[in-house]
């Protein structure tokens, strides 16, 4: 029976539910090019799903991040009170604080974006570690391309070259379907939250770079930057000369 949307994959032409739902799943972010739509409501349908998919997945990412963060503050704050607690610092009653004020506490609790990032690397490289011993196990891969393999899809990047899944039977194929669905989340969620935090830490960086060259750290760049704003040539210069 033909349908709009036409899904030209070795596994999915097998009819298997659980093969469409990682599909779908994973699509919006990674895309190898293995399974595309092949007529033209299917392809009306993908743009439209693409715009839903990609937002409401960078949102999810969003908040994944924002749980993370929220989580770490939560266990810095109760080691913290929990030392407090064995030196007989901490009295009943503070221990005894209101639920509002829970959002409060926390607020001072929020962790370095180093300390983020630390944990986002140990993540995502234990992650890749253990997708990467799964592809190579049933895929066949050597264990640099299950990590290549890891980064690419993680990244979104998805070139297409190395594909998981494409094998028409596996040994414990449904569990090794569902690990390599929540290899795959999981991997872009710590990737994509890991990347978010690097590009905090450029922007800090440019900041201060910029800072430095206002209040006079780099003489010599400045003297640069003024010589060029001399030698720049207005409108008014050339009805002058």
């Known amino acids: 029976m033909a349908t709009d949307l036409h899904l030209q994959s070795v596994y999915t032409v097998e009819g298997g539910l ?15 090019g293995m399974t595309t739509p092949a007529t033209i409501g299917g392809k009306i349908f993908l743009i439209f799903y693409g715009l839903i998919g990609c937002a409401s997945t960078i949102l ?3 908040l994944f991040l924002e749980r993370l963060i929220t989580v770490i503050a939560y266990v810095m704050r109760s080691c913290h009170q929990q030392q407090l607690r064995r030196r007989g610092v901490v009295t009943q009653d503070n221990m005894k604080a209101p639920e509002k004020r829970e959002a409060e506490s926390l607020a001072g609790w929020k962790p370095s974006v180093y300390y983020v990032m630390l944990i986002l690397c ?5 992650i890749s570690c253990g997708a990467s011993a799964l592809y190579a196990t049933m895929e066949g891969w050597s264990y640099f391309d299950s990590l290549y393999f890891c980064f690419v899809a ?3 990047i998805g070139f297409g070259d190395l594909v998981s899944s494409q094998n028409a039977q596996y ?4 569990l090794y379907r569902f690990a390599n669905f929540f290899f795959i989340l999981m991997g872009v969620c710590c990737i994509y939250s890991l990347f978010n935090v690097i590009s905090i830490l450029i922007k800090q960086t440019v900041n201060w770079i910029l800072r430095k060259l206002d209040s006079g750290y780099f003489p010599q760049c400045q003297r640069g930057l003024l010589r060029s704003r001399r030698n720049k040539m207005m409108p008014g ?5």
């Open 171 to 174: 040994e414990n194929q449904g």
């Open 18 to 32: 659980a093969d469409r739902v990682v599909y779908m799943a994973v699509s919006p972010v990674v895309w190898f």
């Open 154 to 156: 993680f990244s979104t």
């Open 237 to 241: 210069n050339i009805r002058n000369r």
């Open 122 to 126: 140990l993540a995502s490289v234990a």
């Open 60 to 62: 999810f990412f969003n």
